[in-house]
T-cell receptor, first 115, second 113 residues
């Protein structure tokens, strides 16, 4: 089955700095890569996703890049703000192309943004 | 509000007991997933149902079972509870069976004493 590794487990930055979270996956059939944000005591919520036919996707201060050859994808947050503090999860799944369509999640990255 | 409703929000019980967690998916979503989140752990997939039928199983213990009813709500039954079953249990729903965004409920926090 799919295995998703996520690093770092904790990331501490100053407000205004950039933050990068990296994930690798094992199943070459995976073609959908969402990122979820979970604030303390809350439910995970999708913040951005990317499909395998795209190398990069941006939405305001967040961006995701995908390298299918290396089986590697990353979340980039620019100009971080205290409200970005949360746990971020990456995930990988496939949709109808073989492999597992069940999203497999990484173990999460706790991002702390210091004012 | 994701539109996914989970009850109860909190549950405290003793070892050896049995509990039932309930989930109502978003209106129109046919697929329901159950995930377990333990301390410092990611989201571990337990089981998925689609339109009343079991579609996929993850690392779900034999002491756990689930079902999806005709009205599409789902229940996760946890029996012979152990201390290690203490966790946050999330239900998520999606429109499609096999891809797309998951909409999570607020979770049910189970504490086994």
């Amino acid at each position: 089955g799919e295995n998703v590794e996520q690093h770092p487990s904790t990331l501490s930055v100053q407000e205004g700095d950039s933050a990068v979270i990296k994930c690798t996956y094992s199943d070459s059939a995976s073609n959908y890569f969402p990122w979820y944000k979970q604030e303390l005591g809350k439910r995970p919520q999708l913040i951005i996703d990317i499909r395998s036919n795209v190398g990069e996707k941006k939405d305001q201060r967040i961006a995701v890049t995908l390298n299918k050859t290396a089986k590697h994808f990353s979340l980039h947050i620019t100009e971080t703000q205290p409200e970005d503090s949360a746990v971020y999860f990456c995930a990988a799944s496939s949709g109808g192309s073989g492999g597992s369509y069940i999203p497999t999640f990484g173990r999460g990255t706790s991002l702390i943004v210091h004012p | 509000d994701s539109g996914v409703t989970q009850t109860p929000k909190h549950l405290i019980t003793a070892t050896g007991q049995r509990v039932t967690l309930r989930c109502s998916p978003r209106s129109g979503d046919l697929s329901v997933y159950w995930y377990q989140q333990s301390l410092d752990q990611g989201l571990q997939f337990l089981i998925q149902y689609y339109n009343g039928e079991e579609r996929a199983k993850g690392n779900i213990l034999e002491r756990f079972s689930a079902q999806q009813f005709p009205d599409l709500h789902s229940e996760l039954n946890l029996s012979s509870l152990e201390l290690g079953d203490s966790a946050l249990y999330f239900c998520a729903s999606s429109v499609l069976e096999n891809t797309g965004e998951l909409f999570f409920g607020e979770g049910s926090r189970l504490t086994v004493l």
